[in-house]
């Protein structure tokens, strides 16, 4: 791993990555909630870089090595009576610290690419931040409303639980998350999901970030005025069987945002299993090559350009 850190301000530090040449146009990734940048595999990176992308991954802050607020998560009752008070953030304040990072590296304006509400936040940065994104890209996430894009029951107690301290049981945890959650009709490497549980156990486990974070995304309530402001191009990609951010939620935003366009995919969950790689790296490419104007560059998976990827 080739981790460097970026002070975006306001007290807040940034542990990212990048993989490709600089000189390409920009992805920047931006994952969901408790997860680290690491939820971007390295080969999705990779491959991603060969067709012509600077791909830059991040922790969000209160996740991985990125700065971890001294505030006290919210508590159950407080999450459940969806209590914006018990916030220390909002989404509006981690769409600033993207767009910090973008200013301190100077590569803006940039395509960005954000999963759950890491979408969230992607859509937030584009609403107010418009001079820093190129193009959009919402996967999995929603518009904040308590009608479209609602988990399932059974996702509930998923959402709720504290993860474990202990290494082997936060293992076990992630692996019961990704059962309740993951795509039903794709197939699951559950080693791979081991293994990004083992690593992200070992960069930082704070078990109170992700309740923060939480906080944050309900104290931002209904975005869809902020969704009906975006001028970039945009797609928004859901998976039909997803049961923790309903696929209403994905149509919803499609709906707000002027000119979006909506990529369904059969069979996927709230994950990025390999079994999407090739359709959703073909979709980010060829999206952000339209928002380039044709001949910029070559998007094609047919001539992958060598690179150094410097990520890996």
């Known amino acids: 791993m080739n981790e460097q850190f970026c002070d975006v301000g306001r007290g807040i530090t940034l542990c990212y990555e990048t ?11 931006i994952m969901g909630l408790g997860t680290q940048m690491l939820a971007w595999n390295d080969d999705f990176c990779a491959r991603l870089a060969e067709r012509g992308l600077h791909v830059v991954r991040f922790d969000n802050r209160d996740i991985g090595r990125s700065t971890h607020i001294s505030a006290p998560p919210p508590t159950i009752s407080q999450l459940l009576r969806r209590s914006r008070t018990a916030a220390a953030y909002t989404l509006a304040d981690m769409a600033e610290d993207a767009a910090g990072l973008l200013d301190e590296l100077d590569l803006s304006p940039a395509h960005v690419i954000g999963a759950s509400m890491g979408g969230m936040i992607a ?4 609403a107010r931040h418009p001079q820093h994104v190129r193009s959009l890209v919402s996967i999995m996430s929603n518009t904040g409303s308590r009608v479209w894009g609602q988990p399932s029951l059974r996702t509930y107690s998923v959402l709720l ?9 936060y293992i076990a945890h992630i692996e019961r998350v990704f059962a309740a959650i993951g795509s039903p009709g794709l197939p699951r490497d559950l080693e791979e999901v081991r293994a990004l ?3 992200s156990y070992d960069r930082d486990h704070d078990p109170d970030g992700p309740g923060r974070q939480l906080a944050a ?19 928004v990609v859901h998976g039909k069987a997803d049961p923790l951010v309903a696929y209403s939620g994905g149509r919803a935003t499609a709906r707000l945002i002027p000119g979006a366009k909506m990529m369904s995919v059969e069979g996927m969950g709230h994950d990025l299993p390999r079994a999407v790689w090739p359709r959703l790296i073909d979709a980010i490419a060829t999206h952000a090559a339209r928002a380039d104007g044709a001949g910029q560059y070559d998007p094609s998976p047919q001539a992958p350009r060598s690179r150094s990827l410097s990520g890996l």
């Open 123 to 126: 859509q937030t940065l584009a």
């Open 19 to 29: 993989f490709g040449e600089p000189t390409d146009p920009t992805a920047l990734l």
């Open 197 to 199: 549980a083992a690593a």
């Open 217 to 235: 995304i309900i104290a931002s309530g209904n975005r869809a005025s902020e969704l009906r402001r975006i001028t970039a191009p945009t797609l």
């Open 161 to 169: 639980r504290r993860a474990p301290q202990a290494r082997d049981a």
